[in-house]
């Protein structure tokens, strides 16, 4: 089992719309969480962080499930810059004491006119 | 403005070659920092860890003979692709992370390696 499983999509919705991408981790001691977007050919970049209790960033609300080791993204009234992938970001503590980032394979989005 | 610069952005090289990727902290003393593979479609790959002033930790899999890392100094890191194979082409990204926080990582714009 991948540690942390996306579905790739690719979800095409028209402007206007909302979207949400769904995660599930296998590592029950993850400790962080995080949703980044990868534009085309670019690095990832941070999108936000997801706090037990939700977090909201203006058109954009994470999620995250403890108990079911589920994270997600909604997306309200989507734009045709939000056309990108995004990667849901696990980080797992390891020995040593560096903890490092294990990604998602991203879930691919293409918003349309 | 950047706070992580790689260069090259792209290098074509062929096979049998090396080829050294630079990874330079713009902004701050990254005391620890990450190389990641991304091939076409897949998610980004840990390759490695290093800590300035210790050899560094390579995940499963990866051969550190043939992906040699320098943590020359708080501020720059560099990959070698030693001996270069088709197979290696992939899009290369670093990432560091600032001694503050144990998550916060700032990634590289990349390098997109081809072998021929």
């Known amino acids: 089992r991948k540690e942390v499983e996306q579905d790739p999509g690719p979800f095409n919705v028209p402007e206007g719309a909302t979207v949400a991408f769904n995660c599930t981790y296998s590592?029950?001691?993850?400790?962080?969480f995080f949703w980044y977007r990868q534009d085309c050919r670019k690095e990832p970049k941070l999108l936000m962080s997801?706090?037990?209790s939700g977090n909201e960033d203006g058109r954009f609300t994470a999620q995250l499930n403890r108990a079911s080791q589920y994270i997600s993204l909604l997306i309200r009234d989507s734009k045709l810059s939000d056309s990108a992938t995004y990667l849901c970001?696990?980080?797992?503590?390891?020995?040593?004491?560096?903890?490092?980032?294990?990604f998602g394979t991203g879930t691919l989005l293409a918003v349309q006119p | 403005g950047a706070v992580v610069s790689q260069h090259p952005s792209w290098v074509i090289c062929k096979s049998g070659t090396s080829v050294k990727i630079e990874c330079r902290s713009l902004?701050?003393?990254?005391?620890?920092m990450f190389w990641y593979r991304q091939f076409p479609k897949q998610s980004l790959m840990l390759m490695a860890t290093?800590?300035?002033?210790?050899?560094?930790?390579?995940e499963q899999g990866v051969e550190k003979d043939k992906f040699l890392i320098n943590h020359a100094s708080l501020t720059l890191s560099t990959l070698t692709v030693t001996s270069a194979h088709p197979e290696d082409s992939s899009f290369y990204i670093c990432?560091?992370?600032?001694?503050?926080?144990?998550?916060?990582?700032?990634f590289g714009p990349g390098t997109r390696l081809t072998v021929t």
């Open positions: 590592n029950s001691a993850s400790q962080s």
């Open positions: 970001v696990v980080n797992l503590p390891s020995r040593g004491a560096t903890n490092k980032l294990i």
């Open positions: 997801v706090y037990s």
């Open positions: 990432s560091v992370r600032p001694g503050t926080r144990n998550y916060e990582q700032y």
């Open positions: 902004d701050f003393q990254a005391t620890t």
């Open positions: 290093s800590n300035e002033g210790s050899k560094a930790t390579y």
